[in-house]
């Protein structure tokens, strides 16, 4: 019995050695123990359709794109970011200016959602907003502010990580339900529970498309950035301590930018008249009309009166 008791003692003894050797941590040798906790989760995201799905980017893109736009900061991957900022310059070479923002835009594979140039008070000003990709975010700041003076600029950064992922979950519970409707609506054969199952499939579509639209846009603001660039045209940078312009240059400019607009109006004024001239004629014979009227009233007004005659005396009451 004591060989048996020491026999079985040993026995177990190796199997839990074995045990612990076959579920112990990673070995010292750097070797391979198998997939991690990250994979696992990876996995199962694939088997669910988010991993690789039409809504997510490649982790390695996102990293770089975020070490470009955040200035270097290393981020974790599948971070949804989006940048924005607001910019204000200044020039007194407007033209050049605003051609080398346009041309900055261009080379950065960006576009113009918005642009507007404004023009009064004898300058000009640019307001438009930029979409540049989100690793163009940096290079697009800094090569404005070469092509004219900035005055003010504000960077704005807006973590969506949650919703997005929030959202994303959500379109996935929607797919699985919207798979189940269908395959309840194949093995019905009462007609209200068809047209039961018809409704819930309907809003549940309807969730799909909002929910989808919602991701695309995220998606579009991750991937580009959103700058707001006004360009003011000026005659002093706020910097420059020496009047670039004398005053006699610019009242010049302000006479010559007077006799523009003067000459502009009439020729407004003409064109308008002449596309108008037959009503014009017929204002202008009511007027006559009137003025006419009023002086003729004005004539009976101010004519004289003749004297009333005299009345003859009364007699004399008599008194009994």
């Given at each position: ?16 050695l074995s045990l612990t ?142 919703a997005y992922y929030d ?154």
């Amino acid at each position: 019995m004591k060989m048996k008791k020491k026999f079985l003692s040993v026995l177990l003894a190796l199997l839990l050695l074995s045990l612990t050797a076959c579920g112990g941590g990673p070995s010292l040798s750097g070797g391979d123990t198998g997939p991690s906790s990250s994979d696992s989760v990876s996995s199962s995201n694939q088997e669910n359709g988010w991993g690789g799905g039409e809504f997510y980017d490649d982790a390695a893109a996102e990293v770089a794109a975020s070490e470009d736009a955040g200035g270097g900061s290393i981020l974790p991957a599948n971070t949804k970011l989006i940048y924005s900022a607001d910019i204000a310059m200044e020039t007194t070479e407007f033209d050049a200016a605003e051609q080398s923002i346009s041309r900055i835009v261009e080379n950065l594979d960006g576009w113009f959602e918005s642009r507007s140039i404004y023009q009064g008070g004898g300058s000009r000003s640019l307001r438009c907003t930029v979409r540049v990709p989100a690793k163009s975010f940096q290079s697009f700041l800094e090569q404005a502010g070469q092509a004219a003076h900035v005055t003010s600029r504000d960077e704005y950064t807006e973590d969506v990580s949650e919703a997005y992922y929030d959202q994303e979950s959500r379109l996935v519970t929607q797919r699985t339900k919207l798979d189940r409707l269908h395959a309840l609506l194949a093995q019905a054969t009462e007609m209200e529970a068809i047209i039961s199952l018809e409704n819930a499939i309907s809003d549940t579509e309807l969730e799909i498309e909002q929910l989808t639209g919602s991701l695309r846009k995220y998606d579009s603001l991750v991937g580009y950035s959103t700058i707001t660039l006004r360009l003011e045209e000026v005659y002093k940078l706020s910097t420059d301590e020496e009047v670039a312009v004398t005053f006699g240059q610019r009242l010049g400019r302000a006479f010559a930018l007077g006799l523009r607009r003067g000459v502009s109006g009439l020729e407004e004024f003409s064109i308008a008249a002449a596309q108008n001239w037959f009503n014009l004629l017929i204002l202008a014979a009511i007027a006559a009309a009137a003025v006419l009227l009023l002086r003729r009233r004005r004539k009976r007004v101010s004519a004289p009166r003749p004297p009333k005659p005299p009345q003859p005396p009364k007699p004399p009451e008599s008194k009994e």
